[in-house]
């Protein structure tokens, strides 16, 4: 396990996160991270929860509603 370092940033506490860990989450400068409370502790992620609720939402909706979506595309 490696450690990171907070550092300061303006009036603010940061970390820098190593260039294998941008990777690894397929983010870059001026992407978004989310963190996540878990069991385990904080996650971070490129995703956004509250997203990806909305779209299994969305997405059931359609499912159920698969004929009435279609006449109104029509």
Known sequence: MKALKLTAIGNS??????REILQRLRVDK?????????????????????F???????????REDRDVLRKLAE
Do not use: H, S
């Open 52 to 62: 990806a609720t909305q779209m299994e939402a969305a997405e059931k909706v359609m």
């Open 13 to 18: 506490t940061g970390v820098i996160l190593p």
């Open 30 to 50: 001026g992407d978004r991270l989310y963190f996540v409370e878990t069991p385990r502790g904080i996650e971070l992620t490129p995703y956004d929860p509250d």
